[in-house]
């Protein structure tokens, strides 16, 4: 029987964003979610069975009340998280080290990102594009030898074809990732949407909902990824997509 509580909600805070990266497609503005609509969603969310609330964007370090948005969900019981561009990392680290943050997404390749990776809340997301396993791989490398515990593989799935990895691609760099773990004793995951192109599951997003600013939800992250209408399906079929 399918577990139909939604055990994680990603909520944008604001469509700031302090980094311009070439494949991004996600809209830009001065935008930020007020904290009373933040605070009623939560309401709302903690009744519906949801375990965890990451806070996203845009880059969700540029909220102005972001502290207090932690704490709102921590007060409701729910577990809390970010990714972030590691553009401001001793921020990221005082909320987590305070205990405002559950555990925080640091994307590889961004910001002062290497200052991050050794903490223990920490996860290095990977983001594989074209033509990037080497580099991809090198990333990986650098972040184990400054103390990254664990490591989470994404594959590229915007608009932009250009920048879509082969399965192939995703093939190799999961296998090498996994051959690194085993060697030095770091965790390695992927993606749902990886684990899908590669054939390792057959459904993706079950028990996810995103949430944009202006309130409407949404059963995936990515309007361009070839599994979003099974997504949306499946959504709709447990009752989470209303």
């Known amino acids: 029987m399918r577990d139909e509580r939604l055990r994680l909600v990603s909520i944008e805070i604001t469509e700031q964003c302090n980094n311009h ?52 969900v921590r007060e409701r019981g729910l577990r809390a998280g970010l990714t972030t561009n590691a553009f401001n990392p001793r921020l990221v680290l005082q909320l987590a080290d305070q205990g405002q943050l559950e555990g925080f997404g640091v994307s ?6 290497f200052r991050m990776v050794s903490h223990p809340r920490a996860i290095v997301n990977l983001l594989l594009l074209r033509n990037s396993v080497n580099e991809t791989i090198g990333q990986a490398t650098k972040a184990v030898r400054r103390g990254a515990k664990r490591l989470l593989l994404l594959g590229y799935k915007g608009v932009r074809p250009e920048f879509r990895p082969s399965t192939a691609e995703l093939s190799d760099a999961y296998t090498m990732l996994n051959m690194l773990g085993r060697r030095l004793d770091v965790t390695i995951a992927a993606d749902d949407y990886t684990r899908r192109r590669l054939g390792l599951t057959t459904t993706c997003g079950e028990g996810f909902l995103r949430v944009r600013i202006d309130g409407a939800r949404e059963p995936c992250s990515f309007e361009s990824c070839e599994f979003r209408c099974d997504s949306n399906a499946d959504q709709a079929s447990s009752g989470l997509g209303s």
């Open 21 to 72: 990266c070439p494949y991004c497609d996600q809209p830009k503005s001065e935008r930020f979610m007020p904290v009373a609509q933040f605070s009623n969603l939560l309401d709302d969310l903690a009744t519906d069975g949801t375990e965890a609330v990451a806070l996203g964007g845009g880059e969700p370090t540029l909220h102005p009340a972001l502290p207090e948005m932690l704490g709102a």
């Open 108 to 113: 590889a390749g961004k910001g002062e990102w």
